[in-house]
């Protein structure tokens, strides 16, 4: 599958979005059923997954290291500026859920 670049961004923020709102709500309803406090875990997990958002968002392969590498030992500064923009675009999807979670639980960022 042949992906435009911008369609690979809009992917990148999407799924870092997708698992830091997704894993948080996930944990909240289980401290929910488990007789927790399910807005403390919530604003918990946002702040927890904001990581692991981007990192499954950017690393799906051995592809994103290949291209830091090219960029930074052979010279292809394309290559590089593209997986900095990758990140980048991810870190901003990790980062608007974490933003609504915090919004919506009561408690400002």
Known sequence: MDDSFAAKLLANFLIALGVTLG????????????????????????????????????????????????????????????????LVVAMAGANVAYFLIQTVAGRRP
């Open 23 to 86: 894993g948080s709500l996930s944990g909240a309803a289980a401290s929910l059923l488990a007789g927790g406090h399910p807005l403390d875990r919530l604003r918990y997990l946002s702040e927890d997954l904001r990581l692991w958002g981007i990192l499954v968002a950017v690393s799906g392969s051995f592809e994103p290291l290949r291209h830091l590498e090219q960029g930074l030992l052979f010279g292809q500064g394309r290559a590089l500026a593209r997986q900095v923009v990758s």
